[in-house]
C-alpha cells in the first residue's frame, strides 16, 4: 500500500492532529535526517510526517540534509511525498495567504547536496525533470483542496532561491523576468532527490510575504509569522482531506 510522507516546513512544526504511534531514527548512508520521523493516522489515514528544519527549527535551508531525509522516509515505506514550503510571492495574484500547487520550479540554488547520483553506482544516470512536481499527486492536492473548499491555486513557478537571506529587489524583478511566481528556499534539491529516488513528490507554498521589493518596508519574520498562524489551519485542512481521499479507510 502507498504510504504518503509529509515534509513540514516553516509554520508547520508540528503536524497538529497527527496521533502518533512511533517514532523513527533511521540510519542513511547520508547521515541523520532532520529529526526523528513520526508514524501515525492523520485524516483517517497512516501517514509519516517531518519537520525539515528540525526540533527545534533552527536548520537553515542550505543545511538541511535532503539526501538523509529523503532517504530515510523511503525506507520507512513512504512512496509519496507532500513538501510544505513557505513562500514570498512573485505574481501579482500571490498575496500573502495564498496556497498554490507549483507545476514548474527554477533552481538557483548553489553548494548543496544535490544528488545521490554521484557514479558510485558504477554507471551514469540523468533522471528527467522535465516535470518537476508528480502530476498525479499534484492533481490529487489539488482536487482535494477543492472538494475541501479550500482556495489553493493549481500551477506556478517555484523559485528556489540558496538564502539564508532573503533576495534583493533586483534579484526578485529577476526571477518575475524568469517567470517564477514565487520563491522559496527549500524547494530543490527536495524535488529532485525525490526524483531520483523514485518518490512521487508534489508541494503546497503558502505564501507568507510579498518578496522583496514588492511589499511595504522590509520583510520581517514576525508578519510572516503572523501570515504562518493564519495559514497553517488550512494547509492542516488540505492535507487531512487529500489523506482522506487517497489514502482513508
Ligand atoms: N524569499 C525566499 N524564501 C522565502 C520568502 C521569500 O521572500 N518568504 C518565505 N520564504
Same mark, same amino acid.
Do not use: K
Given at each position: 500500500m502507498s504510504r504518503?510522507?509529509i515534509?513540514g516546513?516553516?509554520?508547520?512544526?508540528?503536524?497538529e492532529?497527527?496521533?502518533?504511534?512511533a517514532?523513527h531514527?533511521?540510519?542513511t548512508?547520508?547521515?541523520?535526517?532532520s529529526?526523528? %520521523?513520526?508514524?501515525?493516522?492523520f #485524516?483517517g489515514a497512516r +501517514?509519516?510526517?517531518?519537520q *525539515?528544519h528540525?526540533?527545534?527549527?533552527? /536548520?537553515?535551508?542550505?543545511?538541511v540534509?535532503y539526501?538523509?531525509n529523503?532517504?530515510?522516509l523511503r525506507s520507512?515505506?513512504?512512496s509519496?511525498?507532500?513538501a510544505?514550503?513557505?513562500?514570498?510571492?512573485i505574481a501579482v495574484?500571490?498575496?500573502?495567504?495564498?496556497?498554490?500547487v507549483?507545476?514548474q520550479l527554477i533552481d538557483y540554488?548553489?553548494?548543496?547536496?544535490?544528488?545521490i547520483d554521484?557514479?558510485s553506482?558504477?554507471f551514469?544516470?540523468?533522471?528527467?525533470?522535465t516535470?518537476?512536481?508528480?502530476?498525479g499527486?499534484r492533481s490529487?492536492l489539488v482536487?482535494?483542496?477543492?472538494?475541501?473548499? %479550500?482556495d489553493?491555486?493549481?500551477? #506556478?513557478?517555484?523559485? +528556489?532561491a540558496q538564502?539564508? *537571506?532573503l533576495?534583493?529587489a533586483a534579484? /526578485?524583478?529577476?526571477?518575475?523576468?524568469d517567470g517564477?511566481?514565487v520563491?522559496?528556499?527549500?524547494?530543490?534539491?527536495?524535488?529532485?532527490?525525490?526524483r531520483e529516488?523514485?518518490?512521487?513528490?508534489a508541494?503546497?507554498?503558502?505564501?507568507v510575504?510579498?518578496a522583496?521589493?514588492?511589499g511595504q518596508?522590509?520583510?520581517?519574520?514576525e508578519?510572516?509569522r503572523?501570515?504562518?498562524?493564519?495559514?497553517?489551519?488550512?494547509?492542516?485542512?488540505?492535507?487531512?482531506?487529500l489523506?482522506?481521499?487517497?489514502?482513508?479507510a
Open positions: 504518503l510522507a515534509i516546513g516553516t509554520g508547520i512544526e508540528e503536524l492532529g497527527l496521533e502518533t504511534v517514532a531514527n533511521p540510519q548512508p547520508y547521515g541523520q535526517p529529526r526523528a %520521523i513520526q508514524e501515525g493516522r #485524516g +501517514v509519516l510526517f517531518l *525539515r528540525g526540533s527545534p527549527a533552527a /536548520i537553515p535551508p542550505h543545511r540534509n539526501r538523509a529523503l532517504w530515510a520507512l515505506g513512504a509519496e511525498v507532500i510544505v514550503n513557505a513562500v514570498g510571492g495574484d500571490m498575496t500573502p495567504g495564498r496556497l498554490v507549483p507545476d540554488t548553489w553548494g548543496r547536496e544535490h544528488t554521484d557514479g553506482e558504477g551514469l544516470r540523468h533522471i528527467d525533470f516535470e518537476p512536481y508528480d502530476r499527486l490529487a482536487a482535494a483542496a477543492a472538494n475541501a473548499g %479550500i489553493c491555486l493549481d500551477g #506556478g513557478v517555484h523559485g +528556489v538564502g539564508p *537571506r533576495e534583493t534579484e /526578485i524583478q529577476r526571477m518575475a523576468g517564477c511566481t520563491v522559496g528556499m527549500t524547494g530543490m534539491p527536495e524535488a529532485s532527490l525525490a529516488l523514485e518518490l512521487a513528490y508541494s503546497v507554498c503558502m505564501v510575504n510579498p522583496a521589493g514588492l518596508g522590509p520583510i520581517t519574520l508578519a510572516m503572523q501570515v504562518l498562524l493564519r495559514e497553517a489551519e488550512g494547509v492542516r485542512v488540505l492535507l487531512r482531506a489523506l482522506a481521499a487517497r489514502y482513508g
